[in-house]
């Protein structure tokens, strides 16, 4: 045990505060990548388009004649008047109470998001310092979390699970075993979760298309199912599947119901499955010892 681990071990509440201040910090970065990594998604989408149409990469001229777009240029302004957002405007939590959620310059209002998305990413920091203390397992399930979190707003906003996160997060949860010491699942028990979970959701998919000639998910939604399969072990997916879909059911039907959400405009299933997951982590094995325990 290192000596900062020693101190925190000894300074639960500190870890705890520590993790959450931390968390605060990423939930603003997160943001950033929310915003920007789907408008990047579809400029290199593009790019790609304009070659192939070319025909020949030599003679396509620029792909994209826009300004540079990524995730440190250009600088963060004001959706509304363009105004570039200063250091003390960008404080996180704190710049969007001290400005009433509104821009300094044109008072437009400042999304909900951004508190939104700095406070959940700071609680789950702070949950998981709070559940398995100053471990480096701890620091695994601090990106876990941070990458369902940004991975479910993107495809609340946009219908899109990119590959940036599900795919990374699937190979961190496959490579924990052998980096772990004491780590709670076998090699084994990852890499059949992962390959459940995907298979699980790419049968019901091919199912409902031979069925109803169309799509009903994702390839994202595979790919989400097969990373928390690879964290949580086969074990969970069916507590996780059953999660998943008793929320999306009673959210999508009170959407029609009380939002008039249009039945033909589909609702992503990409949060569903990240909060399911969530869930699963914390309270997976009590949920099944009591439903095993009912059963016996």
Known sequence: MSELQAFFTQQP?????????????????????????PVMM??????????LLAGDATQAGPADADEPFNLIRPRSCCPHCQQPIRAWQNIPLLSWLWLRGRCARCRSPISWQYPLVELA?????????WQFGPTPYALAVFLFTWALLAAAVIDLKTQ?????????????????????????????????GATFGYLALWSVYWLFKLLTGKEGMGY???????ALGAWLGWQMLPL????SALAGSVIGL?????L???????IPFGPYLAVAGLVALYLGEPILAAYLGGVT
Not at 240 to 243: N, S
């Open 13 to 37: 509440i500190l870890w705890i505060a520590v993790a959450a201040l931390f968390g605060l910090l990423v939930g603003s970065f997160l943001n950033v990548v929310i915003n920007r990594l």
């Open 220 to 226: 994202g939604d595979f790919k989400l199912l097969a």
């Open 240 to 243: 996780v599947i059953l999660l």
């Open 254 to 258: 009170a959407m029609i119901l009380l």
């Open 160 to 192: 899109l699970l990119p590959d940036s996160f599900t795919l990374p997060l699937l190979w961190l949860g496959l490579l924990l075993p052998l980096l772990l010491p004491d780590y709670h699942l076998s090699l084994q028990d990852a890499v059949l």
């Open 260 to 266: 008039r959400h249009d039945r033909r405009i589909p």
């Open 42 to 51: 579809e400029r290199e989408w593009r790019r790609e388009c304009q070659l």
């Open 121 to 129: 990413s700071a609680a789950l920091a702070g949950l998981a310092a």
